[in-house]
């Protein structure tokens, strides 16, 4: 077993809302209710959910584009330090900035449109101070060259490529630090579907030749079954359930993680009926007591209407955290 | 891979290759009106920067026997109905018995020729040049000789070469004006939507304050802060300085709120997982792109500003006579009975008019190219 | 059966100065009451396109350049949809009453200013005779059929009130309160959450059986489509390049891009495993490639006059068609 390389404990994040001047605060938005997770170094890592369920504020939290309310990230560098991820402030986090990198959803909003690809991509060589000059350049074409473009284009301008061009120099920019960890936000669900396959096969391939571990934050689960190792499922701030990609599929053991994966067309799934749940997803800041997915589970009890289920690990593999998990199905 | 590329047409190569400012040049060439604009604007500055060698006349030269003359024509068709170069008649003063007022008729047997690089007394060009050519002029050495395109004011003074020597200072006044208002509305607004919080808190009500008061007492207070009898560069200097006041709130909006849309881009955000330091974020990330934006505002706030000094001089709170702008101009032509006798007192105004709509429509094409990635 | 909408070579383009560019190419497809025809494509694909002109809404610039939709109301003769005049009273009468649309943004459709009841109230008394009470008791019926768990309290709510999934309920009950005979989806749960879009697909199907609707839904998703629909029709660069009964399509696919959009799909591939891709992107409109427009990116080449000749659509097994040389 691998140490190791990103460990969350206990993470919060509450985003404070005030409804104006001289008005009675609202209640906060709950966003990331304590969650806890690791990510081992060299494993595809899906955090996995729908929408307002926490997924993007973790990705933001891991990234220290914004600090975490309480709980602790430790992110192991380079060089074996443990850096202490929450409490980056400033210029501090460059320091995080060359073992972490992000790929954002929307390939259009993310590069600069004022930018030709070669500045783009050479920014961070340029910042890191890993190459100048012709040295650049080549690494540019090297770069671009790797993720499946041509090294002529460097001196287009984004208007000239398209959706999935533009996310592979998305993906050039983030590489050319040599990250050890790349977290993608939704990198695929602005793409067309046979675009999107090619940038999946990207992220596979880089894997295997750089030893890159990925952290993918997505809503799609066959785009996690496909490409990631281990699953962590959230559901209003918390993670629900977590385990092998193969397994959790497998066998579900959270009544919501079961709702989800019927909800994916698959070849193994045709014939089973979708699971529709009831209702709609409570408010993140008004999150019901006891287990915060009880008002919809069809399962649920007394005890998950008052207490909150804890992360506990299973003996038959993964963690879950529900009061009455639902059976393994080896 | 090689060979797709370079199949591809030059046309795609340049259009993939071309800048945000070429794109948006692009853009703004389809736009015609403003096109149009931008060159009359060219024009107005070309003769308001030679004003000296465009107007026939010097702008203070005195001419006692044509007190109030009316616009002169050009002819090109002589008494006997031949076609010849263009020229204009002699003025004759004729007083009228009853109203004893001082009439012109022109004189078909008397013509002076126009002519272009005429020569004229010596003057000074930016008041160190010696030149002896005017640009257009009659040349006969005569005393009946006059070319009043415009007419002449109440000391008979040549309105067209008043115009264009009003025009320097109208004109330099916008850009001036405007150049001070984006100094402290850059700095301002990019400090508000940049920090925000307590500074955004400060400077936003600050704004609303100052737009919330009247613009015209608050000028009359400002310029009756400027001392009278100042050296007429003081007083155009001060003028500015009020009109700032004012003016750089809209720009400081603009910038605040561009800042505050460009914080959220993903692409700044990038920028900064890429370790760019914060003063790189701006100048080099969020800067050029909204450097086409301001440069739009601005050009729709020079306008505003040759307005505002037109006005206040018109009210007599500006500038004052010696000195020379459309504002002071247009103060000749206050009383009713100027205009009846003499509209071409007015004249300055349409030079207000075409100067303000120019700016506009120009403002409006350059706001249109300004984001070249949108739709078309 | 007489076909509820049957659509023949319907091609529709977009002017730009002196030359038109395609945008539909010869688009065929039928639907009868009560059945599903689910249209597929990428985007540029020309599916929503195709959709909207039987409704009559071809966006500003667009024209129907040429074939025609005929639309068999309940009594009487066919009625050519193309040749309405746009947005006169004929079309006017059809759309809502008789053919009914819902899209992928309800926002998008939904008044900002009225109430949902109030809504659904207007629409009912624009095509039926219903006085204001009793539209008002039959809009809350509607927002109670489309599963809305207190309808009563929802009429009087405002669309932003409402969650996505709640919305698009409210968009539904209302393209439902004429009871339409056709019913055109519009990506209608591209917008939802994965639980979300199975409560929206159930109620539609059930809503489908329940008045024995035709519908179309368009998707650029192949596996919600083959859940729900009974005929499939890929689209690809404004052409129906493969049509037919749905388990016939996605278990045999006939057309290589058909066969590739279903390789490409994470969730039909094996764990891990490459994904087989398409080379390149869909290209643009405007630079439609020579003879089959999907030839730079297919992997299955029938020979020369893949190049050059557009291919004809051919049979492949009984209702099964495919727009491809490979099948002469």
């Not at chain 1, 046979?194 to 993918?216: E, M, R």
């Not at chain 2, 800048?19 to 403003?34: D, E, M, Q, T």
């Not at chain 3, 159930?202 to 192949?222: A, P, R, T």
């Not at chain 3, 020579?290 to 000749?309: K, L």
Request: aromatic share 6%.
């Amino acid at each position: 077993m691998n140490e190791p390389l990103l460990t969350l404990t206990n993470v919060e994040k509450h985003f404070p809302q005030s409804n104006g001047f001289l008005k009675p605060a609202a209640a906060p938005v709950r966003a990331v209710n304590g969650i806890s997770f690791s990510i081992a170094e060299g494993e595809t890592t899906a955090l996995v959910g729908e929408s307002g369920c926490g997924k993007s504020t973790a990705a933001k939290l891991i990234t220290s584009a914004i600090t975490p309310s309480a709980g602790k990230i430790t992110l192991r560098t380079r060089d074996g330090n443990i850096l202490d991820v929450g409490s980056l402030r400033g210029r501090a986090r460059k320091a995080l900035w060359r073992d972490v990198q992000l790929i954002f959803q929307d390939p259009f909003s993310s590069l600069n449109p004022r930018m030709t690809v070669k500045q783009i991509i050479a920014e961070p060589l340029r910042n890191f101070d890993i190459a100048h000059g012709q040295e650049a350049t080549d690494l540019v074409a090297d770069l671009m060259d790797r993720v499946g473009l041509q090294p002529g284009t460097m001196s287009r301008y984004p208007h000239a490529f398209s959706g999935g061009q533009r996310q592979r120099i998305g993906i050039a920019r983030a590489l050319a630090v040599k990250p050890r960890l790349v977290v993608g936000d939704e990198p695929v669900s602005a793409l067309d579907v046979s675009v999107a396959a090619q940038i999946l096969n990207l992220f596979q391939s880089l894997k295997k030749d750089l030893g890159l571990t990925y952290l993918l934050i997505t809503h799609d689960l066959s785009v996690v079954r496909h490409s990631a190792d281990r699953v962590a499922v959230m559901y209003l701030g918390n993670i629900v359930e977590e385990n092998t990609t193969a397994a959790l599929f497998k066998s579900p053991r959270h009544p919501y993680t079961q709702a989800l994966l019927s909800a994916v067309p698959s070849q193994d799934n045709q014939d089973k009926p979708r699971i529709v749940l009831t209702g709609e997803v409570a408010s993140a800041r008004n999150i019901p007591t006891g287990c915060p997915f009880h008002p919809r589970c069809a399962y649920a009890t007394d005890v998950c209407r008052l207490t909150a289920p804890t992360f506990e690990q299973l003996p038959t593999g993964g963690r879950v955290a529900c009061h009455t998990p639902l059976e393994f199905m080896p | 891979m090689s060979n797709a590329l370079s199949h591809e047409s030059a046309a795609l190569k340049a259009y993939a290759e071309a800048s945000g400012w070429r794109l948006g040049w692009a853009k703004f060439r389809r736009h015609k009106l403003a096109v149009v604009s931008l060159y009359i604007v060219g024009l107005l500055y070309l003769l308001a920067i030679f004003a000296e060698f465009f107007s026939p006349y010097d702008y203070s030269d005195i001419n006692r026997r044509h007190v109030l003359a009316p616009p002169q024509a050009v002819y090109v068709v002589d008494a006997s109905g031949q076609f010849t170069w263009p020229h204009v008649r002699a003025l004759k003063g004729q007083r009228d018995p009853v109203t004893r007022r001082l009439n012109y008729i022109e004189d078909p047997e008397n013509t002076f020729p126009v002519r272009l690089f005429a020569p004229s007394k010596p003057y000074k060009m930016w008041g160190f040049i010696p030149l002896e050519t005017r640009f257009i002029g009659v040349s006969t050495p005569n005393r009946q000789a006059s070319i009043f395109l415009l007419g002449t004011d109440s000391l008979g003074r040549d309105v067209l070469s008043r115009i264009f020597h009003g025009a320097r200072i109208s004109l330099s006044i916008g850009l001036v004006g405007v150049a001070l208002s984006f100094v402290i509305g850059i700095i301002l607004g990019g400090m508000s939507g940049y920090f925000g919080g307590w500074v955004d808190t400060i400077v936003q009500r600050t704004i609303d304050l100052l737009q919330s008061l009247p613009t015209i007492p608050l000028w009359m207070g400002l310029a009756a802060a400027v001392p009278p009898g100042q050296d007429p560069l003081v007083t155009y200097f001060m003028i500015t300085v009020i009109l700032s006041i004012i003016g750089w709130t809209g720009i400081a909006r603009v910038v605040r709120g561009r800042f505050l849309a460009l914080r959220e881009e993903d692409f700044v955000l990038a920028a900064r997982f890429s370790g760019a330091s914060e003063m790189r974020i701006i100048l080099r990330h969020m800067v050029p792109s909204f450097a086409s934006h301001i440069i739009a505002s601005l050009t729709l706030s020079i306008p505003e500003m040759i307005l505002a000094e037109t006005a206040l001089s018109f009210l007599g709170l500006g500038l004052q006579p010696p000195a020379v702008s459309w504002g002071v101009l247009l103060k000749d032509a206050q009383s009713l009975q100027v205009i009846s006798q003499a509209p071409w007192l007015l004249v300055p105004g349409l030079a207000v008019v075409i100067t303000v709509l120019a700016f506009n429509f120009l403002g409006d094409g350059l706001r249109d190219a300004s984001d070249p990635y949108g739709k078309v | 059966m007489k076909d509820l909408i049957r659509v023949d070579e319907l091609s529709i383009g977009f002017g730009l100065k002196n030359w038109v560019i395609p945008a539909v190419e010869g688009v065929s497809f039928s639907v009868k009451p009560g059945e599903t025809l689910g249209i597929v494509g990428e985007s540029g694909s020309g599916k929503s396109l195709s959709a909207r002109a039987i409704l009559g809404l071809v966006p500003p610039g667009g024209l129907i350049t040429s074939g025609s939709i005929s639309y068999q109301p309940e009594s009487g003769d066919a009625v050519d949809i193309t040749s309405l005049p746009k947005n006169g009273r004929a079309i006017r009468k059809l759309r809502g009453a008789e053919i009914a649309m819902i899209f992928q943004e309800p926002m998008a459709s939904l008044s900002p200013v009225h109430t949902i009841g109030n809504q659904i109230v207007t629409t009912l008394r624009q095509h039926a005779d219903l006085s204001a009470a009793a539209a008002l008791s039959r809009a809350i019926e509607l927002l109670d059929q489309v599963g809305m768990a207190s309808p009563a309290i929802i009429a009087g709510q405002y669309a932003h009130q409402l969650s996505g999934g709640m919305r698009q309920r409210a968009m539904i009950a209302m393209a439902l309160s004429c009871s339409p005979r056709l019913l055109v989806c519009d990506e209608p749960t591209t917008a939802l959450d994965a639980t979300t879009e199975a409560q929206v697909v159930e109620l539609l199907m059930k809503l489908q059986q329940d008045f024995n609707m035709g519908m179309i839904f368009i998707s650029h998703n192949i596996g919600l489509v083959s859940e729900i629909a009974d005929r499939v029709m890929v689209m690809y660069l404004g052409q129906s390049i493969e049509s037919g009964a749905t388990e016939h399509v996605l278990k045999s696919p006939a057309h290589p891009y058909t066969r590739a959009l279903l390789n490409a799909l994470p969730a039909f591939a094996e764990a891990g495993a490459e994904l087989a891709t398409l080379q390149g992107a869909v290209p643009d409109l405007t630079a439609r490639p020579t003879g089959c427009s999907f030839h730079p990116r297919c992997a299955e080449f029938a020979g020369p006059q893949c190049e050059t000749e557009r291919p004809a659509i051919q049979v492949v097994t009984n209702q099964h068609l495919a727009r491809c040389h490979l099948h002469e």
